[in-house]
């Protein structure tokens, strides 16, 4: 009998040194999708994928860039969901982690792989090409993973007094299973590493990371309105899972509303994978979830969610990785060993 599996796109800084090859790697067999997205990067006189994965060595100048990472992140995770093995698994919904949404689109069919990777390309090109303010993370569990009390409140009104000083602006960009992603512009950003007590490697300042998912980006929301219309979007064939949480039905979507909310709210309102994670598992009930790579560093953040509602029975760390030795729940396509248990 085939498994119900939930599959979860990753987002931006997903692929990082030990991914240098991901392509080459896991996805000879899939040389006419990378030649096609190589085709489309060289007609835009952008460094093709191919080129960035086969580097002698990773540049996180290079490879970190919005212009140059959400394209090849694209490429990997959706040669990924590929070769996802449909004997043994039947996909039941999708959900993404902020530009994790964009390669969601394409994993349940709600844009072409050549929409989709327009739509990617763009936003990245476009976040690069005005990269407004930054991110920063801070934890919300210890390291058990247990939440910490009154953090998350000691958190907020710590933003909100450094939104009290002149010309500082901070905002919720995402929440992420125990952590709590900051977007804010500079000033903001400095006054909050100032004040938060370091913590193992918390505060984490993101690299070419802008103000994601926060009113920073509005303007460019604005912009891609107005250069991408919502043909570029279809009904999905299996249903997706966004940023509040809200599902999307193959039967119940109109492209206009799909459309509408990816180059909107999903632009610049804070993002909810914690949600998105949840109602996932609530609503569809898998037998497993498979996070698609490149990367694993997506799996601390769903564990973290799915123990936020006791999913499983798990309370804690140790309880997520006793089930994981015996049984594993999460499948992270990046990690080879489960890899294998998720491909053909």
């Not at 998350?152 to 007094?161: I, N, S, V």
């Not at 953040?301 to 804690?316: E, M, P, Y």
């Given at each position: 009998m085939k498994k119900k599996a939930l599959v979860i796109c990753p987002g931006r800084g997903t692929y990082n040194k030990d991914e240098l090859g991901y392509l080459k790697r896991f996805h000879a067999d899939k040389k006419d999708l990378i030649a096609a997205i190589d085709a489309y990067r060289a007609a835009h006189n952008q460094i093709t994928v191919s080129d960035l994965d086969n580097r002698a060595a990773f540049s996180l100048s290079e490879h970190s860039r919005g212009d140059n990472a959400s394209p090849l992140i694209y490429a990997c995770a959706y040669a990924d969901y590929l070769s996802i093995n449909r004997d043994k698994y039947d996909i039941a919904a999708?959900?993404?982690?902020?530009?994790?949404?964009y390669i969601a689109l394409a994993c349940?069919?709600?844009?072409?792989?050549?929409n989709a990777l327009h739509i990617v390309n763009t936003m990245g090109t476009l976040m690069q090409e005005r990269l407004t303010g930054g991110q920063m993370i801070y934890s919300l569990v210890d390291e058990n993973w247990k939440k910490i009390d009154g953090r998350?409140?000691?958190?907020?009104?710590?933003?909100?007094?450094i939104n009290k000083q002149e010309g500082c602006e901070l905002y919720t960009s995402i929440e992420l299973g125990g952590?709590?992603?900051f977007g804010g512009n500079d000033k903001a950003l400095a006054a909050l590493e100032k004040a938060l007590k370091p913590e193992g490697r918390f505060p984490m300042k993101l690299q070419n990371h802008a103000a994601f998912h926060t009113p920073l980006l509005t303007p460019i929301s604005e912009h891609a309105r107005g250069i991408m219309d919502d043909g570029l979007f279809k009904k999905p064939e299996v249903p997706l899972i966004d940023g509040r949480g809200a599902i999307w039905s193959p039967g119940a979507t109109g492209r206009h509303a799909i459309w509408s909310y990816t180059l909107g709210h999903q632009v610049h309102r804070y993002y909810d994978f914690t949600k998105a994670v949840q109602v996932s598992v609530k609503e569809f009930a898998p037998d497993c979830v498979i996070i698609l790579g490149p990367g694993a560093t997506l799996?601390?953040?769903?564990?973290?969610?799915?123990?936020?509602?006791?999913?499983?029975?798990?309370?804690?760390k140790e309880d997520f990785a006793a089930r994981q030795k015996s049984d594993p729940y999460i499948l992270a396509m990046g990690m080879e060993e489960q890899r294998r248990l998720a491909v053909a």
């Open positions: 999708v959900t993404g982690n902020s530009m994790g949404w349940a069919g709600a844009a072409t792989n050549d998350r409140e000691y958190l907020h009104g710590l933003m909100a007094d952590m709590l992603v799996g601390g953040a769903v564990a973290q969610s799915l123990i936020g509602i006791g999913w499983q029975g798990w309370q804690s």
